[in-house]
Structure formats: structure tokens, C-alpha cells
């Protein structure tokens, strides 16, 4: 990557509003311990629902006007409580990601902004959702400041309207019976508009990628990335459904009942059926050269460094090949931009990658960023013969805004003087990333491109095994993302039944088993390489064969949803 229910919480109890410790219902009465007043027993016989799930919060989505009496303002202590929840559930989240890798606090953390969101209006949701939003992406995508604090910012603004959307549309939901199911399909649409828009969308900080390793990692092998965050998102509505709603007195074990459902989304993973071993493998070398320079200058002022750093490991992958401490490879992998410079148009870059591949004698795999005309360039996933030299190629599809290519070029030339560092704009490919390499296929994935759902499943279509992410991670080395990189690596793996392979300019290099383990992964800022054992798998998920239908189910579940709320508080408004 270069710069790349109709029912609220009923009451709990008489007493002081400030001695909950729950956000309850803005304007919302307290008629008994836990029961409906006879008003709002009336009121819910129009939807044909019963029960204290069925309940409407007294803000029924009204708003004041000349011929209506305000409502109850919110008290402040609630109001308060809110803003507790949504920070202590960004905080949670943010935890959930690598380098930290608390999944557990995932689901604790979405649980905490449901309850910063149910019972409340539309217009606090917005700024409610926003605040956990914020306090969750600064330090998630803390890495970006390698570019400039502006463009973290930026960046972190423009991804947190996304989820202030969201907040807005869940809130009428939180009055529907079932809501933890609407509020976690509200989510998945989020994360889905986020990685579509704008200028190509931001799939980075997915609730998914948090689950690299663990309980709910099984889900992606049944509808991939979406699903993931599904299950997470629906075991912290359940957690939050299970403390905010009280239910009848005379079944009082109701409030079990959502807790035990929020326990067994994750364990019924275990009952996933794991796809078993082929009985096939190849030997992959992985080569990480390192490069000399930091931050925005990572090639340093030596000419071609990154090219002979890379160049040299090779040789010296193949020297201990022959003095017996690695096996041989059947192919090895480079990463992406792994050469500075053209090899197709310089003679002496060509000639130095085809005298290394030609020392370690197995086609070989190079990362490469190549003039196109006379104003663009391709990073491009580049085939090595050891005898015939350059052959077949894989050029990146999803390119990074402001790091490949600028948006808006003449605009943000003019504002911005750091823009000018992306030079010659990148063009994306067309193509998938299938390329044979030696005895196999390999899916060959760009870096950046790991987070696209479409683009790794397309690449697995097309017959790719393993899957070779080349990555150039040089500019935020020891930052958070490189691990949260490699936690997208072994979801794809489980999503897909493929090993990931990861080569990168100066870590993290890995090699990711078929069921999400990572088996060999290299140091930061060190040039490393080894010769590791890698299974190829041929048979599909689930989730590649179906692509993105679940995913566009549960959005339908959660628009639908919204789309009741909206127009059932609408009506009640009108009447």
C-alpha cells in the first residue's frame, strides 16, 4: 500500500429518574413496575402487539410543535448515561481490533451503543452514534496520520457520518419487537455504504476485521465478512436487550432469555462444518527485503534500494535452500512494490530481478508499480520465469484515494502539496488476480484490496489457491496496520477455504492456514524470508459460492425495518 416494540426500556421502578444507570426513553413515564398505563396498552393494540415488547416509549417520534405540547426534555443524568455508553462502547470496539485483538469486546462494545441509542430520538441518536463513532475510529485508524493529522481527520469525519446515519434510522427500530435482529441488519448496511462510497468507499475498521481469530470467525464461511458482523452486532443487541427491557412480572425468566440467545450466536460456529485437507501442497518462499526509508519517504535517496534489498534476500533464500536449511519452493513470493523501479522499461532492473529469480530457479512472483503511457502507472502483480523472464500480470483493481491516485486532482493539487508525492496516477485493472505460478493458480491480492469482499471472492472464482496478498505497509510500519491487516487475511482464509499467503515490503510477511491460524509471520522494519509448507484447497464455501446474497438479506432486514418504524411513528403523529 503506497500512502495508502413497538417497546422501550419500560420503567424500572419508582424513584428518581438519575437512579437508573440505563438510558431510558426520552419523555418516558413510569405507570408501574414495568407495566403499561392503560393509555399505553390503548396505543399498542394498533399494531396487534402484546406484551412488554410491544410497548411504544412515550416519545413516539413526535416532534413539538404549535399545536401540540412539548414533550419532557430528557434529564440530564440520562443524558449523561448516553454519552458514558456510546465513549465506553467506541473505547470497547477500538479494543476489539489489532494490535490489541480483544474480540470479546466486539460485541460488549456494540452492546454499549444500543443501549446509548435505545429510547431516544432520531436527531440524539445522530450525534450519540457519532460520538461512539468518533472515539472508536481516531485511534483505529490512527495509522492514517502517517499521511497528516488533516487527513485523519478527514478521514475519520467524513466514515463517522456513516455511522450517525445509522443511529438515526435505528432509533425509531428500538420500538419493534425483535429489534436486536433490525439493529444488527441496520448495521451491515453501514458497513456496506462505507465501503462503497465515496471515491471507491472505506471498507477498513469492518466489526468483522476484529474477528480474525475467534468464536464468530466460522460465520464467514457461510456468508462471508457481512455475516460476521451480523453475529456480532446481534450478540451485543441481545446483551443490551437482556438489561435495558424489563419483562412481566409474571415471567420474570423472559430476561434469561436474550442472554442465552446473545451466548449461543457464537457457539453455534462450532457446529460449522470445517472443510478438510486436500492432500495437496506446495512449498512457498516468502521474501521481505525491507526498505531504508520511514513514514512518507520510505524509499530513502538511494536509487533502487528497495529493489536490490528484495533482489539480495532472494539470493539468500536460495543460498540456504542449497546449503540444506530451507526446502526447495515450488514458487516464491515478493511484495508489492518490492522494485522501485520499471523493470520494463529499465534494462539494469530487469536484469537484477531475473539473475535473483534465476539463482533461486522457481517462477517467482513480483510486486511492481509500471509506467502506463506517458502520465499513469499500474501496480502490478508480475509473473517471473527464471529461463523466459516476465510473463502473465495482475494489475490492483481498488486503488488508494490520495496515495495512488488523486480525486478531484486539480482541487486538492492546489490545496494540498503533499498530494503532489502521489506523481504518475495509478489506473485500476479489470481483471481478477488468477495467475498461474509454477504448479498451481495463485490468487493474487494487492495489499489494500484484502478489505474489498468482492475483489478476494472474484479472485477465488476464478480458480486462485492459495491467495498471495503483496503488500507495501512500509509507510506505517509499527503502526496498527499491519496487524489489522493480517486479522483481514485470516478472515478471508476461513471465508474462502484458502491459505493466505502475505508478502510484505517490511512486515508483516505470513502465512495463514485454511481455518484462520496464522502459522509463520515475520518481525517490522527487519528483512527476513522462509520457505514455508502451504495446502492447497480447491473445494468452496459456502460463502464464495454464494457471494454477496446473504449480505444483501440482511440489509433488506434491516431497511425493511426502518421503513416500518418510520412509517408507524409517522401515522401515529398524523393521528
Not at 450525534?127 to 492514517?144: R, S
Not at 495467475?435 to 491480492?445: C, D, N, Q, R, S
Request: proline share 9%; charged share 20%; aromatic share 8%.
Amino acid at each position: 500500500m503506497v500512502q495508502e416494540r413497538t417497546s422501550p426500556p419500560p420503567s424500572t421502578g419508582p424513584g428518581p429518574a438519575s437512579s437508573s444507570p440505563v438510558p431510558e426513553p426520552e419523555g418516558a413515564r413510569t405507570p408501574g413496575e414495568g407495566e403499561p398505563s392503560a393509555a399505553e396498552a390503548q396505543a399498542g393494540e394498533g399494531n396487534g402487539a402484546s406484551g412488554p415488547l410491544a410497548r411504544e416509549p412515550a416519545d413516539s417520534g413526535r416532534r413539538d410543535g404549535p399545536d401540540r405540547e412539548p414533550q419532557s426534555r430528557e434529564p440530564r443524568s440520562r443524558v449523561l448515561g448516553r454519552v458514558g455508553a456510546a465513549v465506553a462502547g467506541g473505547l470497547a470496539l477500538f479494543a476489539a481490533f489489532p494490535p490489541l485483538g480483544w474480540w470479546p469486546l466486539a460485541p460488549l462494545g456494540l452492546a454499549l451503543v444500543a443501549a446509548s441509542l435505545y429510547g431516544t430520538r432520531p436527531r440524539r441518536a445522530a450525534w450519540v452514534g457519532a460520538l461512539a463513532a468518533a472515539v472508536f475510529l481516531f485511534p483505529a485508524l490512527a495509522w492514517v496520520r502517517t499521511i497528516g493529522d488533516d487527513v485523519w481527520v478527514m478521514l475519520v469525519a467524513t466514515e463517522t457520518v456513516f455511522y450517525a446515519v445509522m443511529s438515526a434510522l435505528a432509533a425509531p427500530v428500538f420500538r419493534l419487537r425483535a429489534w436486536p435482529l433490525w439493529f444488527a441488519g441496520l448495521w451491515v448496511a453501514m458497513e456496506w455504504a462505507r465501503g462503497l462510497v465515496p471515491i471507491g468507499g472505506f471498507p477498513w475498521a469492518r466489526v468483522a476485521f476484529s474477528q480474525g481469530e475467534s468464536l464468530f470467525t466460522q460465520y464467514a464461511a457461510l456468508g462471508g465478512a457481512p455475516l460476521v458482523s451480523f453475529a456480532v452486532a446481534l450478540c451485543g443487541a441481545l446483551l443490551a436487550h437482556a438489561v435495558l427491557v424489563r419483562p412481566p412480572a409474571a415471567r420474570p425468566w423472559l430476561r434469561a432469555a436474550p442472554a442465552l440467545l446473545a451466548l449461543a450466536v457464537p457457539l453455534l460456529t462450532l457446529a460449522v462444518p470445517r472443510p478438510g485437507d486436500e492432500g495437496r501442497s506446495i512449498n512457498v518462499g516468502i521474501v521481505q527485503g525491507n526498505v531504508p526509508g520511514r513514514g512518507m519517504y520510505v524509499l530513502g535517496d538511494e536509487p533502487a534500494v528497495v529493489l536490490r534489498n528484495h533482489a539480495g534476500e532472494t539470493k539468500r533464500l536460495a543460498q540456504a535452500v542449497r546449503e540444506g536449511k530451507l526446502p526447495k519452493p515450488d514458487i516464491v513470493v515478493l511484495p508489492e512494490n518490492s522494485t522501485d523501479i520499471d523493470p520494463y522499461r529499465d534494462e539494469t532492473a530487469r536484469q537484477i530481478i531475473q539473475d535473483s529469480v534465476s539463482d533461486v530457479g522457481v517462477p517467482t512472483l513480483v510486486g511492481a508499480v509500471v509506467a502506463i503511457g506517458d502520465d499513469s502507472r499500474a501496480t502490478r502483480s508480475l509473473t517471473w520465469d527464471p529461463v523466459t523472464g516476465p510473463g502473465a500480470y495482475y494489475d490492483k483493481q481498488n486503488l488508494v484515494p490520495f496515495g495512488e491516485y488523486t480525486p478531484f486532482k486539480d482541487l486538492v493539487l492546489a490545496l494540498w502539496e503533499r498530494a503532489s508525492l502521489v506523481g504518475r496516477q495509478s489506473v485500476p485493472g479489470d481483471r481478477p488476480g488468477d495467475l498461474k505460478l509454477g504448479p498451481v493458480t495463485i490468487g493474487a491480492v494487492n495489499c489494500y484490496e484484502v478489505a474489498y469482499d468482492a475483489t478476494v471472492r472474484g479472485t477465488v472464482r476464478a480458480g486462485g489457491t492459495p491467495i498471495v496478498v503483496q503488500t507495501n505497509n512500509a509507510s506505517y510500519a509499527l503502526s496498527n496496520l499491519p496487524p489489522q491487516q493480517l486479522a483481514m487475511s485470516q478472515l478471508r482464509a476461513v471465508e474462502h477455504n484458502r491459505a493466505v499467503v502475505t508478502a510484505a515490503t517490511t512486515g508483516i510477511s505470513a502465512f495463514v492456514t485454511p481455518d484462520g491460524k496464522v502459522s509463520w509471520q515475520t518481525r517490522e522494519l527487519v528483512a527476513d524470508m522462509n520457505v514455508v509448507k502451504v495446502p492447497v484447497r480447491t473445494s468452496e464455501t459456502l460463502a464464495t459460492k454464494v457471494g454477496a446474497w446473504p449480505e444483501w438479506a440482511l440489509m433488506a432486514m434491516g431497511a425493511a425495518a426502518a421503513g416500518v418504524a418510520a412509517w408507524r411513528g409517522r401515522r401515529r403523529a398524523d393521528g
